[in-house]
């Protein structure tokens, strides 16, 4: 099970790339386009910003295709931390970590890395082969487990080491400062050194 987790992991992280992409290329879906149609002449007949959807026809098309895209960008998040139950359980015991810190800063520049490849491909089919060659690097590294959309649910990411020194990256919604008193009892296992803490998720 923690393969396919880890796999809407990676789906989710590129994901966003994704959505910089088709606004930075302007790609829209054709089929929303009669039902912003519709939803905009209603608009029209009940005198509902008239002047406004004229002036920005065109513009609001386009944002509605990728609010389309960030609506399915959230669902496959929604689906990952649904999929988080069906882990095999874990904890860590009270006063068995020797060190917690923030790992947030240390993925954002890689991540944001993404962004910046999304910019610079010319077309989809550049976009696919890229973001595969990424998919398949990630999917082996830790750095896949770090997904921005965990954060619109509460999910912050830290690095922890326990007693025997090992450093597992730990997935929570705890806010995490000290290891006084810090214990883990609804762990679920992504991977050895990757856990995810389901108390209140």
Do not use: Q
């Not at 992280?13 to 386009?33: A, D, G, R």
């Not at 026809?57 to 988080?84: G, P, Q, T």
């Not at 910046?116 to 060659?133: G, K, N, P, R, Y």
């Amino acid at each position: 099970m923690s393969y396919i987790f880890r796999f809407f992991l990676v789906i989710n992280s590129l994901s966003l790339s994704f959505l910089v992409f088709t606004i930075n290329k302007e790609i829209t879906l054709e089929w929303i386009k009669p039902v912003f149609y519709n939803i905009t002449t209603l608009a029209i007949k009940n005198n509902i910003l008239i002047e406004f959807i004229g002036d920005n026809f065109f513009k609001l098309l386009n944002l509605s295709s990728y609010i389309f895209y960030l609506i399915c960008i959230v669902i496959l998040s929604i689906i990952s931390i649904y999929l988080i139950r069906f882990l095999s359980s874990d904890s860590i015991e009270e006063d068995t970590l020797t060190n917690i810190e923030p790992a947030n800063d240390a993925f954002l520049p890689s991540y944001l890395g993404y962004f910046f490849v999304a910019l610079s491909v010319t077309d989809i089919e550049m976009f696919s082969v890229v973001f595969l060659i990424i998919a398949v690097f990630i999917y082996f590294s830790r750095i896949s487990y770090f997904n921005p959309m965990l954060f619109i649910f509460g999910f912050k990411f830290f690095y922890v080491i326990n007693s025997n020194n090992v450093k597992v990256l730990l997935i929570t919604k705890k806010e995490l400062k000290t290891t006084e008193s810090a214990r883990f009892d609804h762990l679920k296992r992504i991977t050895n050194y990757t856990f995810i803490d389901t108390e209140g998720a």
